[in-house]
Nanobody
Framework: QVQLVESGGGLVQPGGSLRLSCAAS????????MRWYRQAPGKQREFVAI???????NYADFVKARFTVPRDNAKNMVYLQMNSLKPEDTGVYYC?????????WGQGTQVIVSS
């Protein structure tokens, strides 16, 4: 069993930055693939970024060159560093750990990009 807890959301102006955190209950990054998703009001949840067990990263086209997914193995933390935020980045952001059909989700953290 894995527990994930996101934090770091809040209100930010367009063009600003936020760093979201996803804390895992134990050391999992060498075993599980980590993903970030988001869900805007009235829309389906969508993929944002992936960080594989081997450290490979990939991003949805709409966040490339703006978001990154660093991690801290010692702290069992993965982050979503978000720069140049836009109003359309508003939503609830979730992290997920998965492998071989097994998956765990965090509870989400709200991000609002507005002036």
């Amino acid at each position: 069993q894995v527990q994930l807890v996101e934090s770091g959301g809040g209100l930010v102006q367009p063009g600003g930055s936020l760093r979201l955190s996803c804390a895992a209950s134990r050391s999992i990054f060498s075993i599980y693939t980590m993903r970030w998703y988001r869900q805007a009001p009235g829309k389906q949840r969508e993929f944002v970024a992936i960080l594989t067990r081997n450290g490979l990263k990939n991003y949805a086209d709409f966040v490339k060159a703006r978001f990154t997914v660093p991690r801290d193995n010692a702290k069992n933390m993965v982050y979503l560093q978000m720069n140049s935020l836009k109003p359309e980045d508003t939503g609830v952001y979730y992290c997920k750990a998965d492998r071989d059909g097994e998956e765990y989700w965090g509870q989400g953290t709200q991000v609002i990009v507005s002036s």
